[in-house]
């Protein structure tokens, strides 16, 4: 007779979520995926800011884009290349290497938006200027700052790797 803990073991196992957790999939470079997450970020943020109401369908099709947008970010930072060592598999110095720069870019990227924002925020009594007025706009507006910080550093690590290398007899 099996135990509860011995199914749910199982049932990890027959999911294939062991491969998630104990990072047995080879990490992809995501070099063009990472744009649709951002517009689709982009896109979900404009909708959900522009139809204020709950009850009409395109805040909802905002809010689907931009919250799944986060959580595709999310998803490509575990599929990604590899920012995390396992005890089975430490990351060698070209991943070290790899890593460091990708968060080095990412992080002057994100200074650089945020430097631009704080221009653009003093713009606030010009009419054909939008600002988030609602506090949902800015809840809405730090998940996103939040989501393009996690796709960021996975997406210029992308970049920095090499080229997948092509099979002559393909």
């Not at 995926?33 to 709950?54: C, D, F, K, Q």
């Not at 989501?147 to 690590?157: K, Q, R």
Request: proline share 8%.
């Amino acid at each position: 007779m099996t135990t509860l803990l011995q199914k749910m073991d199982h049932l990890v196992y027959a999911i294939r979520l062991d491969r998630i957790i104990f990072m047995k999939m080879q990490p992809r470079a995501f070099r063009w995926t990472p744009l649709l997450v951002i517009a689709a970020l982009a896109v979900g943020y404009v909708l959900m800011a522009m139809v204020p109401n709950v009850l009409v369908p395109g805040f909802w099709i905002g809010w689907l884009s931009f919250y799944g947008a986060i959580i595709a970010a999310h998803m490509f930072r575990v599929f990604g290349p590899r920012f995390t060592a396992t005890v089975h598999h430490p990351l060698d110095e070209r991943e070290l290497m790899v890593k460091a720069r990708a968060h080095a870019m990412s992080g002057v990227t994100m200074t650089i938006a945020a430097m631009l924002g704080c221009f653009y925020m003093t713009t606030a009594g010009l009419p054909w200027f939008w600002h988030p007025n609602p506090p949902i706009d800015w809840i809405n507006l730090g998940f996103g700052v939040q989501g393009i910080s996690v796709l960021l550093p996975t997406w210029f690590a992308s970049w920095l790797q090499p080229p997948p290398v092509v099979d002559g007899e393909d």
